[in-house]
């Protein structure tokens, strides 16, 4: 590694400590310095690292995010309405560029999101640019840390028997993990750092990387073990797929280790002991002071759903309900409402639901569906081409016949991003800045997985 990229590399480990540490971003005003912080990173990253000639794949994916941030900020141009919060009214405008076009409801909201995508994008662009270098690993390295850490935190508080995130918070959440507000948002982001770790875990086996191995296992163990400690039952569930996914995609690897120490016990060197050891004292450790939050949320849920008082799947079901409706073609539609409407349009909706949702609806619990609801299905295709995209880019890059020691990341991020995607058909992980921020940063690593021709960068390799 370069040292400029060293310094890069620090910075974004800085930027992603600050932007989980302050609650995770879920702070609207938090969220935005975050995306200030990294677009400044970013630009340095652009500005700095040494361009490559793109794959046709990367292209594809820079035109289809140009032509989403095009169509977005045609939709704040061409506003339909502004929501005055005085009022509770929307205020419609009498003058528009395009009468029949694609325009928001709600224009400072979609304003503020645009902003907020506009410097996502950025990191897309150098998360593409870093994948080209070999020092990317350095990046993805941080997440799994992090998520050992975030674990570590959690369990500090669980044993102090904190009320509020960092001791100090005014706010006191019901359910808090770590810096994270909501508990469920840090499952989410455990399994996500877990399945990186797990790659790097399997990177590192029969390689002689002995300590390696150790330290990949151990910090991949903590992330999957804070998942259950979070007490979240929708994390609790992803879980079992990103572990069984995990195993999945590093089937050969895997088996060809526990081969070879079946064929000669003492294969099972020192470090791979140590590993069993901590890994016990590990269970002991979660099951005294983590899961048992977690067998209680589990326990009454099963109650509740046994008497037909399962009040969290209903509310999900009667909200995803209002939001089809919502997206239908006479009302969002093609075009949808605008980028970020969703918390100002949908007491309207819910106003004359049939069977509407209790409590005040912030985030949909669906952000497939709500994306649709906000974008439109135009907007919508758009975004899950890059989502789907970037996976299938992954997927091309791992059954590649061309031996790279970078193949078992690759399949982490996949499983990672998959991982986010299935939570987030029944949750909100991408309604926080934090979580966008690092699944932007991995598809961006998917995307310019392919190289075309030479890159002007060669340097050590980071696994």
Known sequence: MKKLEIVLGTLFAFLVAWVLGRFASADPEIAKHSVLLAMGWSLLSLLI????????????????????????WLMVLNSKASFDFMALSFQEYQQRLWDGGPGTMTRNASIAKMIEITGLSMVFWAAVRWRR??????????????????????????????????????????????????????????????????????????????????GWGILTLMCFLGTLATASKGATLV?????????????????????????????????????????????LVFGAVGVQKLIVRMDDFIEDAQDGRAATFEGRKQIISVMLGMSAIDEGGWFGFGPGSFATVVPFFLSVADDPPRGVWL???????????????????????LAIGGLAVGLKTVRSKRKSSSRSLTSGIIVALISLGVHSCFDFPFGIVSLKLVAIVCCGFLWGAVKSGRSPHHGPSGN
Not at 50 to 61: E, L, N, Q
Request: hydrophobic share 50%.
């Open 363 to 385: 985030h949909g619990h669906c952000d497939p569906v709500q994306l649709v609801t906000e974008w439109g299905y135009l907007g919508a295709s758009l975004w899950f081409i």
């Open 49 to 72: 690292l040494p361009r490559s000639t793109g794959h046709f794949f990367s292209k594809v994916a820079t035109i289809t995010l140009v032509i989403l941030l095009c169509y977005g």
């Open 239 to 283: 879980l079992a797929i990103t572990v069984g996914l995990s195993f999945f995609l590093h089937r050969r690897k895997v088996l060809m280790v526990l081969r070879s120490i079946r064929e000669n016990p003492r294969n099972l060197k020192l470090e791979g002991k140590l590993f069993l050891v901590t890994s016990a004292v590990l269970f």
């Open 133 to 214: 270098t070999n020092s990317w690993p350095f990046l993805l390295a941080v997440f799994p840390i992090l998520g050992a850490t975030i674990t570590m935190i959690g369990l500090y508080h669980r044993v102090l028997d904190a009320e509020s995130i960092w001791f100090m918070d005014t706010r006191h959440p019901p359910t808090f993990f770590a810096p994270f507000v909501y508990n469920g948002h840090a499952g989410a982001y455990l399994n996500f750092a877990g399945a990186i770790g797990f790659g790097f875990w399997v990177s590192a086996m029969g390689h002689g990387k002995s300590a390696k191995t150790l």
